[in-house]
């Protein structure tokens, strides 16, 4: 199962654009939300890649470490996909809501 995720808070902002958007599971999802991991863009290189703030939590459990293992990973894209996140909001979320 597959949510859209506002990048910048819907509630804040009434921002329903798809580049203020990303396609997330929902535990991906509630961890965004909580500023548990972010987009991290990088202009020189137009490189979108996941930050994870690996020192605010703790992962246990059955599922081992799976957030912490996407750290630095890009974010993927399907070929045809023409629209991108905001780097303006994916700056904004890293700043205001990202924990690490």
């Given at each position: 199962?597959?949510?859209?995720?506002?990048?910048?808070p819907?509630?804040?902002?009434?921002?329903n654009?798809?580049?203020?958007g990303?396609?997330?599971?929902p535990d991906?999802?509630?961890a965004f939300?909580e500023?548990?991991?972010?987009?991290?863009?990088?202009t020189?290189?137009?490189?979108?890649?996941?930050?994870?703030?690996?020192?605010s939590?703790v992962?246990?459990?059955?599922?081992?470490?799976w957030?912490?293992?996407?750290?630095g990973?890009?974010?993927?894209f399907?070929?045809?996909?023409?629209?991108r996140?905001?780097?303006?909001?994916?700056?904004?979320?890293?700043?205001?809501?990202?924990?690490?």
């Amino acid at each position: 199962m597959i949510e859209a995720g506002h990048i910048k808070p819907f509630r804040l902002t009434r921002d329903n654009h798809p580049t203020n958007g990303l396609a997330l599971t929902p535990d991906a999802h509630w961890a965004f939300d909580e500023g548990l991991w972010t987009v991290h863009y990088t202009t020189s290189s137009k490189d979108y890649r996941v930050r994870v703030a690996s020192s605010s939590f703790v992962e246990s459990g059955p599922g081992g470490q799976w957030l912490s293992r996407m750290d630095g990973r890009p974010l993927v894209f399907a070929d045809q996909t023409t629209l991108r996140p905001n780097p303006t909001a994916c700056a904004d979320h890293q700043a205001q809501i990202f924990v690490g």
